[in-house]
């Protein structure tokens, strides 16, 4: 394994560097799913037959809360990749475990929120709007959920062998992750909650 | 050192998209009209998605850069065609009688 010493550790081979180029490919067909489901939630969300729409059932507080420590999670994930090109383990496990620590709130959050949800009577066979909204949360929550697992065998991988060509790449690629699930929810943020409650 | 481990530029990106997220906000706050909410939700969101690529994604920082951005493009524009595309043959054509 031939390691290039002038690049972070996370890029130092060619097979590290070919990864984080596939993980980005994959990004972009994760685009794809989230494009056809906001595609799908625009034609239906008007269809709200004899359930609640968005405007009724939307609430401001839990919204707020989950995009907050969203952000706040993406900072702490990019300050981990700071601190593991300065080669600092600890602080890089801690801006790790904060990020884990900050996902698990926002699942909690979204978790109340949808039992709210199916309590107010919007659940997922309700109309076609409800089916749309759980769908759409659903998947971004079920991908945050998976990033929960992922990151915490990652930081186990860490802690057991430190900071090696291998475990800097998987937590970069994690990192890449991250950020796009906070990039997804900005949009959710924006044209499912915001413009349902405008 | 702790400040070593708060780099400027990522402060400062947490910081402008907490600001970015206060604007997108207005739209619940204030009474406006649908055309200049959504172009404020428009513009607050897509810078938001531009500032994680660019400054906290590193997508530019190496030899790949290329590949990287040309992927990027390419799944924003596919994405956009998708959604504007169904928009324009589901809902805004039966708008216009």
């Given at each position: 394994?031939?390691?290039?010493?002038?690049?972070?550790?996370?890029?130092?081979?060619?097979?590290?560097?070919?990864?984080?180029?596939?993980?980005?490919?994959?990004?972009?067909?994760?685009?794809?799913?989230?494009?056809?489901?906001?595609?799908?939630?625009?034609?239906?969300?008007?269809?709200?037959?004899?359930?609640?729409?968005?405007?009724?059932?939307?609430?401001?507080?839990?919204?707020?809360?989950?995009?907050?420590?969203?952000?706040?999670?993406?900072?702490?994930?990019?300050?981990?990749?700071?601190?593991?090109?300065?080669?600092?383990?600890?602080?890089?496990?801690?801006?790790?475990?904060?990020?884990?620590?900050?996902?698990?709130?926002?699942?909690?959050?979204?978790?109340?929120?949808?039992v709210?949800?199916?309590?107010?009577?919007?659940?997922?066979?309700?109309s076609a709007?409800?089916?749309?909204?759980?769908?759409?949360?659903?998947?971004?929550?079920?991908?945050?959920?998976?990033?929960?697992?992922?990151?915490?065998?990652?930081?186990?991988?860490?802690?057991?062998?430190?900071l090696?060509?291998?475990?800097?790449?998987?937590?970069?690629?994690?990192?890449?992750?991250?950020?796009?699930?906070?990039?997804?929810w900005?949009?959710?943020?924006?044209?499912?909650?915001?413009?349902?409650?405008? | 050192?702790?400040?070593?481990?708060?780099?400027?530029?990522?402060?400062?990106?947490?910081?402008?998209?907490?600001?970015?997220?206060?604007?997108?906000?207005?739209?619940?706050f204030f009474?406006?009209?649908?055309?200049?909410?959504?172009?404020?939700?428009?513009v607050?969101?897509?810078?938001?998605?531009?500032?994680?690529?660019?400054?906290?994604?590193?997508?530019g920082?190496?030899?790949?850069?290329?590949?990287?951005?040309?992927?990027?493009?390419?799944g924003?524009?596919?994405a956009?065609?998708?959604?504007?595309?169904?928009?324009?043959?589901?809902?805004?054509?039966?708008?216009?009688?």
């Amino acid at each position: 394994m031939k390691i290039d010493h002038s690049l972070p550790l996370e890029y130092s081979t060619d097979e590290n560097r070919l990864k984080i180029l596939g993980f980005w490919i994959f990004l972009g067909a994760e685009v794809m799913l989230f494009a056809t489901l906001f595609a799908s939630y625009f034609i239906l969300s008007g269809g709200t037959g004899d359930g609640p729409s968005g405007a009724e059932i939307f609430e401001i507080t839990p919204v707020l809360i989950e995009t907050l420590v969203l952000l706040t999670s993406s900072f702490t994930i990019g300050l981990m990749v700071h601190a593991m090109r300065l080669g600092r383990q600890k602080a890089m496990m801690g801006f790790f475990i904060a990020t884990i620590v900050l996902g698990a709130i926002f699942l909690g959050v979204e978790i109340y929120e949808f039992v709210h949800y199916v309590h107010v009577g919007a659940g997922l066979q309700t109309s076609a709007f409800s089916a749309i909204l759980l769908t759409t949360l659903g998947t971004h929550g079920a991908h945050v959920t998976f990033g929960l697992f992922w990151g915490t065998c990652i930081l186990i991988q860490v802690k057991k062998y430190g900071l090696t060509p291998r475990t800097t790449n998987k937590s970069f690629i994690f990192s890449l992750y991250w950020h796009f699930l906070d990039v997804v929810w900005i949009f959710i943020f924006s044209f499912v909650y915001l413009k349902g409650m405008m | 050192m702790m400040k070593e481990l708060f780099p400027m530029k990522q402060v400062m990106g947490f910081i402008f998209s907490l600001v970015l997220t206060a604007v997108a906000l207005m739209v619940y706050f204030f009474d406006m009209s649908f055309a200049v909410g959504m172009t404020i939700l428009l513009v607050t969101a897509f810078i938001q998605a531009g500032l994680q690529l660019v400054l906290f994604m590193h997508a530019g920082e190496s030899e790949d850069k290329n590949a990287i951005y040309i992927t990027i493009y390419y799944g924003v524009l596919i994405a956009i065609f998708t959604i504007l595309g169904s928009l324009l043959t589901m809902v805004w054509t039966y708008q216009i009688q």
